[in-house]
């Protein structure tokens, strides 16, 4: 990160628990960003998405989903760069209405802190090392994924779905119908073929611009 360079960003959460985690994680792992928490709706707040370079979004209230999307959308619209880090539910409505959209970076609720820690270093370096938040940039080619030459089968494409849903290898085998250990082993397959190490390398690729477009496809 480059010293001296700043970034703000905001916590929207209805549970202070939860925002408090946020942030207590966000400030203990990564330096040079202001870090502001709100428990509110957006109505009214729409200076949250014009002066902050990075928004951190509980979705685990559902009921707020209809609302950050008009908040959204007004901001993509307006040419606003604002990153938007979405932390999801395992629920299925909820992966769709969101992944493939621009600026948008999904992560389960459920991984473990140094997954999570781990899956927002390439984004918020990405955006130091830049100097915008724009992060589609050369300087941020790894969040771009350059595996697209990697083919994935369909079976490999509906596991990783939904394991990017906040699932685990035990609810995606009662989902799909199969044993823990055929799923097990249709991630580890899909890994290889993306030439990916963990699972934290697992969430990126399915967040970035390729893993988007073929787990678009199902074939």
């Given at each position: 990160?480059?010293?001296?360079?700043?970034?703000d960003?905001?916590i929207i959460?209805?549970?202070?628990?939860?925002?408090?985690?946020?942030?207590t994680?966000?400030?203990r792992n990564?330096?040079n960003?202001?870090l502001?928490?709100f428990d509110e709706k957006?109505d009214?707040?729409v200076s949250?998405?014009t002066?902050?370079?990075?928004?951190f979004y509980d979705?685990?209230?559902?009921r707020?989903?209809?609302?950050?999307?008009?908040?959204?959308?007004?901001?993509?619209h307006s040419?606003q760069r604002c990153?938007?880090?979405?932390?999801?539910?395992a629920?299925?409505?909820?992966?769709?209405?969101?992944?493939?959209?621009?600026n948008?970076?999904?992560?389960p609720l459920?991984?473990p802190e140094?997954?999570l820690?781990?899956?927002?270093h390439?984004?918020l370096?990405c955006?130091?090392?830049?100097g915008?938040?724009?992060v589609?940039?050369d300087?941020?080619g790894?969040l771009?994924?350059?595996?697209?030459?990697?083919?994935?089968t369909a079976?490999?494409k509906r596991?990783?779905?939904?394991?990017?849903?906040?699932?685990g290898?035990?609810q995606?085998a009662n989902v799909?119908q199969?044993?823990?250990k055929?799923i097990?082993?249709q991630?580890?397959s899909?890994l290889?073929?993306?030439s990916?190490?963990?699972?934290?390398?697992?969430?990126?690729?399915?967040?970035s611009?390729?893993?988007?477009?073929?787990l678009s496809t199902e074939?």
């Open positions: 990160m480059t010293a001296g360079s700043y970034k960003g905001v959460s209805r549970s202070a628990i939860i925002a408090a985690g946020i942030e994680l966000i400030l990564f330096d960003i202001n502001n928490v957006l009214g707040q949250i998405t002066n902050n370079d990075i928004i979705l685990s209230d559902e707020q989903s209809d609302n950050v999307y008009y908040h959204y959308l007004e901001s993509v040419g990153q938007w880090v979405m932390l999801i539910s629920d299925e409505q909820q992966y769709e209405k969101w992944h493939g959209l621009p948008i970076h999904l992560i459920l991984v140094s997954e820690v781990d899956l927002l390439p984004l370096d955006m130091y090392s830049s915008e938040t724009d589609d940039t300087a941020c790894n771009r994924a350059t595996r697209g030459q990697y083919k994935l079976s490999e596991v990783l779905r939904l394991l990017g849903r906040g699932l290898v035990n995606v799909l199969k044993s823990n055929t097990s082993a991630k580890r899909a290889r073929r993306l990916l190490r963990s699972n934290a390398d697992m969430y990126a690729w399915i967040n611009e390729a893993g988007k477009v073929e074939f």
